[in-house]
C-alpha cells in the first residue's frame, strides 16, 4: 500500500470519532506501530484535527471548518485549489504571494485549544497531488444537482456512479456516491480519477441507496444533500 492510500485509510478510519490504538491499526494495515506513530505526525501537520498520543491512541475531534470566514463550498474549493497550486508553482514571488495569503486566513481562524493546525492550503507531501483532483469538480457537482449518472476511471478502479455529495477530509476531496457497478456506496477520491464521464441516464431515489442511506451506515447525523 502507498503511503498515501495508507494514510487516507486511516483518516477513513478515525472519522467514526472512537479511540483507535496504534497497535491496532498497525495489525490492520500490516505496518510497524513505529510507521503508525509517524503517519498520526503527519495527519496533524496537515491539518487533520488528530488528537492523542503515543500508548494511548488516537481520535479525531471535529470536521474542519472555517465558521469565522462565512465561506461558500465554492469558495472553500477557489482558495483550496489556488494556494496548492501556486504555493507548489516553484515560481518565487507567486509562491511566497500564496504562503502570504495562507498567513491571513489563518489569522482569522478561530482559536482552539490544543495545537495549531498546519497553514491551510499548504499540506504535507503525501497530500500534494490533491489539486489535480478540481478539474473534475464541476462536473461532479452538476452530476450531484441533476442526478445525472457518471463514469469514472482511475486508479481506483472503473465504476458507473451516483453521484451523492462532495466531502472534504484534511485536504483530501472525496465522492460519495451508489455505485452500480458494486451495487454499494463507495467513497472515491477525485484527485485519483484519470477520467470523468458524463452518462445520459438520470437517476431517481430509492430505498438503500440516497445519501441518508449512507450516512446511516456510517453512523452519522442527517444532513443536507449537496
Known amino acids: 500500500m502507498k503511503r498515501s492510500d495508507r494514510l487516507y ?3 477513513q478510519r478515525l472519522r467514526d470519532g472512537q479511540l483507535h490504538t496504534a497497535e491496532a491499526m498497525a495489525q490492520d494495515l500490516e505496518v510497524s506501530v513505529r510507521t503508525i506513530y509517524r503517519d498520526m505526525e503527519t495527519l496533524a501537520e496537515s491539518g487533520v484535527p488528530v488528537e492523542g498520543t503515543r500508548g494511548y491512541g488516537y481520535t479525531v475531534r471535529a470536521a474542519i471548518t472555517l465558521p469565522p470566514l462565512n465561506l461558500t463550498e465554492q469558495e472553500l474549493e477557489a482558495l483550496h485549489l489556488a494556494l496548492a497550486t501556486l504555493g507548489a508553482s516553484g515560481l518565487d514571488e507567486i509562491s511566497d504571494a500564496a504562503r502570504s495569503l495562507s498567513g491571513k486566513i489563518d489569522a482569522v481562524l478561530p482559536e482552539e485549544s490544543g495545537p495549531a ?3 491551510f492550503g499548504f499540506a504535507t507531501d ?8 478540481f478539474t473534475h469538480m464541476p462536473a461532479i457537482r452538476a452530476a450531484i444537482r441533476a442526478k445525472q449518472k457518471i463514469k469514472i476511471v482511475g486508479a481506483q ?7 451523492l455529495h462532495l466531502e472534504y477530509w ?3 476531496w472525496t465522492c460519495i456516491s451508489w ?6 456506496f463507495l467513497s472515491l477520491r477525485i484527485d485519483r480519477i484519470d477520467q470523468l464521464i458524463i452518462l445520459p441516464g438520470l437517476f431517481v431515489d430509492e430505498p438503500g441507496k440516497g445519501l ?4 446511516a451506515q456510517q453512523g452519522l447525523p442527517a444532513e443536507k444533500r449537496e
Open 9 to 11: 485509510a486511516l483518516m
Open 117 to 119: 493546525p498546519a497553514p
Open 126 to 133: 503525501s497530500f500534494a497531488e490533491t489539486a489535480r483532483g
Open 157 to 163: 478502479g472503473d465504476y458507473i456512479l451516483r453521484p
Open 170 to 172: 484534511g485536504r483530501v
Open 179 to 184: 455505485c452500480e457497478s458494486t451495487e454499494e
Open 212 to 215: 441518508a442511506d449512507w450516512r
